[in-house]
């Protein structure tokens, strides 16, 4: 007799004392055909809790008797309590269990029914069915003899009992007269496939089957004399559902992936429509609705042009073909499961597992209401996702790929007019192809229901009390309540209109920890070892304009920001908190001049706008009063002062060694105040027209159709030399590559050099925008700021011994902290704005943004 085992799942064994139970499983444990661990026995579980495994409460006066037997039953109810979390966690984890009891009342196998339902696991009964004279024969034979009583109490409570096996649900039973004469073959789960080559995932298709060849053939498939569509690097490809309905080609699209898939070159997974064909095809009643009644139209022409008999065996073939779809598959690199592929969606706890609730699960997604248009009213599932598992799904058309948490979304609707994409993995990069047109021409096209409220205003309620964003370089950045709302008070009457307000640049750290040398607060050696020190070999080391921090978001024309923004506008100007860097006026003039200068860059990018990161200057264009009341006022009282008192000392000095001394350090502190005084000077100047105004860009952050978070430094620094060659207004930025200790030791003193002059100094950062090491992301960028200049920040008598070695204790793990949660909020809003996500969506990133800014760190950082 052969046994077939589930690779997961509850094996419970079914049989009085001395069937043969905890002897059929130590076999099978010698035999390797299970390991120990996948056994539970209530009579080790009643060991563990009372250091016994039986009691003989038999032939023993009644009063004895009552009181053992309680003792028994207290001890098998802490024992099964025990035995049933083991096997529930098990079920969990997806694990195979087999629960060593006699389970012959209904109630003992109810809880492990209870149980695999619970956790979706399939459920076994093994059934051993031993005549009652070997029974007692074996129980003279025992340690601990149950009796004959008690043997044939079980056995008579058995032969009633195995008649109602069958009507309680279980996967499957077998009914075993003879232990010496059983097999086991173990299944392995059949939804786990290994990655091998690499797999190309493939949005949800809908009949639109020149698309899909087009896509195919773009991912480098080669179609052979079989008319089989082959990689040649031994990827495969793979849908993820609705492959049929609404579109021209259903029936030729599911014959090519029965096709491919009976050939192992390609994976289906199970869907709505599929689901919905495949019960139409079995005969079930069902109502073809939603672009599948034009399925049953194709099944109609195939008939006329092929005949019944040969129409009807393809029904069968195709039936048979989409039954058997599995809900999701899971991936595995090396064995260890990186990917999950599935139609609509997937709970944590669902994968690897299949049962019928699975399936509507990952057919449906998360739905329980009907919206007012009588559909099912879609619940955003993946928030709950939690593990490092990437999930790949379609169903919910989007204009753009949407990864949201962890998963991504790759319906891009190309029934509806949109694009068919396809996902290749380990490489994670999109390819798609657009639609030749709207295939199905329905009212209620998702993707122009999606452009018609992508604009709508955020749910304040979603933010008000503290929030989390979830973040593709960083994980989750939670906003805690208390400043959430000061930044909403800012955005409702402060800053320019949320639809232009898209990314809010991060604050930037200084290094992480202060310079050795003795009269340096911050010094390059140190960013640069940071950055050794994290596996990075080279960097970009970049001039620090000093100015104030500015984003330009700048359209081609004012259609283009109509689509984008929903305002008519050639582009917008705004500080780091993202209120209007001019007056309109100004604004004005310099948007329209840059529109003019840059139609050339637009054109030859073939985008409709561009989002700069820049520093625009001089200082005093938006620090004129801090300039006034905190600088020119301070240098003015402070190099009078100091003059006067030196003047004074000088006169009396004379050969007092005190007063000499005194002099001496009064002369010293007014040369601090004489280079206090020369420093903020140099970054003011007369502004009486545009043409004073210097605008210095040093990231191209994204054009209307891409991202450039992937490119090196190097590549944003050329870019905007061209910038610069196109628009008198900008100005480029220099810079220096950090490779090795030659043109290390050339940076160091290119920064001596032009801090010595009062110079801010530099920015040093990794070769590319967005670096980490062993998954951990770095500090996008360093400043490190001149001797001089550090003057106006920490005080004009810093670099005193006392008060330098003091600053070098400074703490900057919060600073750094803040500016990498900022980076990658900066990041994410940026990717979900290009994506075409919604408002709301993009302004989540932004609001947590401007709230971090109002956590209080030290700002002279």
């Known amino acids: 007799m052969q046994i077939t085992l589930p690779y997961a799942g509850i094996v419970l064994l079914v049989g009085p004392s001395n069937s043969g139970k905890s002897t059929l499983l130590k076999r099978m444990i010698d035999n390797d055909c299970i390991l120990a661990s996948e056994v539970a026995s209530s009579d080790d579980f009643r060991v563990l809790v009372s250091d016994t495994e039986f009691i003989d409460y038999q032939n023993r006066p009644k009063d004895e008797a009552d ?89 008579q409570v058995f032969k009633r009992e195995k008649r109602f096996l069958k009507k309680e649900g279980y996967t499957a039973i077998y009914y075993i007269n003879e232990t010496n004469d059983i097999t086991f073959m173990r299944r392995k789960n059949p939804i786990e496939q290994e990655t091998e080559h690499g797999l190309d995932i493939i949005g949800d298709i809908h009949g639109c089957y020149d698309e899909m060849i087009a896509l195919l053939e773009r991912l480098g498939y080669q179609e052979n004399e079989d008319g089989l569509y082959i990689h040649p690097e031994g990827r495969k490809f793979l849908s993820i559902g609705d492959v049929m309905s609404r579109g021209p080609q259903s029936l030729h699209t599911m014959q090519f992936f029965l096709h491919h898939v009976q050939h192992q070159l390609a994976y289906m997974i199970d869907s709505n429509h599929g689901w919905k064909i495949a019960r139409w095809l079995d005969g079930k009643k069902v109502t073809l609705q939603h672009g599948d009644e034009k399925v049953a139209q194709e099944f109609e ?78 619940k955003d599932w993946f928030v709950h996702h939690q593990t490092s598992t990437l999930i790949v799904w379609g169903h919910d058309p989007k204009p753009q790929p949407l990864l949201i948490n962890n998963t991504i979304n790759i319906d891009q609707g190309v029934v509806f007019g949109g694009k068919l994409t396809a996902f290749r993995y380990p490489e994670k990069e999109f390819v798609s192809v657009k639609a030749a047109k709207d295939y199905a021409q329905s009212p209620d096209n998702p993707l122009v229901e999606w452009e018609a409220n992508r604009l709508n205003p955020p749910n304040i309620g979603k933010f008000i009390n503290g929030y989390s964003v979830l973040t593709e370089q960083l994980g989750e950045v939670r906003i805690q309540q208390g400043i959430v709302k000061p930044a909403i008070d800012a955005i409702s009457h402060d800053t320019i209109p949320i639809e232009q307000l898209i990314y809010i640049p991060p604050t930037m750290s200084p290094t992480p920890s202060a310079s050795v040398l003795g009269d340096f607060l911050e010094h390059p050696k140190e960013a640069i070892d940071y950055y050794r020190n994290q596996g990075i070999t080279t960097m970009v080391a970049e001039k620090k304009h000093m100015g104030s921090r500015a984003v330009l978001f700048l359209f081609k024309n004012e259609a283009a920001a109509e689509k984008h923004t929903g305002f008519q506008t050639l582009g917008t100007i705004y500080t780091r908190r993202g209120r209007r860097f001019f007056d309109a006026a100004t604004e004005n003039q310099i948007v329209r001049r840059l529109n003019q200068d840059l139609q050339s860059y637009f054109d030859k990018y073939n985008t409709e706008f561009v989002l700069l990161d820049a520093e625009i200057m001089p200082w005093n264009l938006k620090a004129r009063e801090l300039i006034s009341n905190q600088y020119a006022h301070v240098a003015e009282i402070a190099v009078l002062d100091r003059a006067t008192l030196k003047g004074k000392l000088e006169a009396v000095a004379g050969t007092n060694e005190e007063l000499k001394a005194w002099l001496q350090e009064y002369e010293v502190k007014l040369d601090h105040a004489k280079t206090f005084k020369e420093v903020f000077q140099k970054y003011c100047w007369d502004v009486d027209g545009v043409s004073k105004i210097q605008i210095a860009p040093f990231h191209v952050l994204a054009h209307s159709s891409q991202t450039f978070f992937n490119q090196p430094h190097t590549w944003h620094m050329e870019v905007n030399r061209e910038l610069a060659e196109l628009s008198t207004i900008f100005v480029e930025t220099e810079y220096k590559v950090i490779r090795d200790e030659a043109s290390e030791a050339e940076i160091i003193q290119w920064w001596e050099e032009m801090t010595s002059d009062g110079h801010e100094g530099i920015v040093i950062k990794p070769e590319f925008f967005i670096a980490e090491n062993r998954g951990q992301l770095l500090q996008p960028a360093i400043k490190v700021r001149g001797r001089k200049y550090l003057n106006i920040i920490y005080g004009m008598d810093y670099l005193f011994p006392n008060n330098l070695e003091r600053l070098k204790r400074r703490n900057t793990g919060k600073k750094q902290k803040l500016a990498l949660k900022e980076f990658a909020l900066g990041v994410e809003g940026i990717q979900r704005f290009v994506n075409g996500e919604s408002l709301e969506r993009v302004h989540e990133c932004v609001l947590a943004t401007l709230a971090m800014e109002s956590d209080p760190v030290d700002p002279r950082l």
């Open 67 to 155: 009181g053992l037997f309680d003792q028994y039953q207290r001890i098998s109810k802490e024992a099964f309590s025990m035995l049933d979390s083991v096997v529930s966690a098990r079920s969990r984890l997806n694990k195979l269990t087999f629960v060593d009891a006699t389970h012959l009342h209904p109630d003992d196998r109810k809880r492990y029914i209870a149980i695999a339902r619970k956790y979706h696991v399939p459920l076994i009964a093994l059934v051993l069915d031993i005549p009652q004279d070997v029974l007692l024969a074996r129980d003279t034979q025992r340690e601990n003899p149950r009796g004959k009583r008690r043997i044939k109490q079980q056995d």
């Open 301 to 378: 022409e195939y008939e006329v042009g092929y005949g019944a008999e040969q129409a009807e065996v393809l029904k069968q073939n195709l039936k048979e073909f989409l039954l058997k779809a599995p809900s999701h598959y899971v991936f595995t690199k090396n064995g260890v499961p990186t990917l999950v592929c599935t139609h609509a969606g997937i709970k944590d706890e669902y994968i690897g597992k299949q049962s019928r609730d699975i399936s509507d699960f990952c057919r449906y997604g998360d739905t329980d209401v009907l919206d007012e248009k009588g559909k099912p009213k879609r």
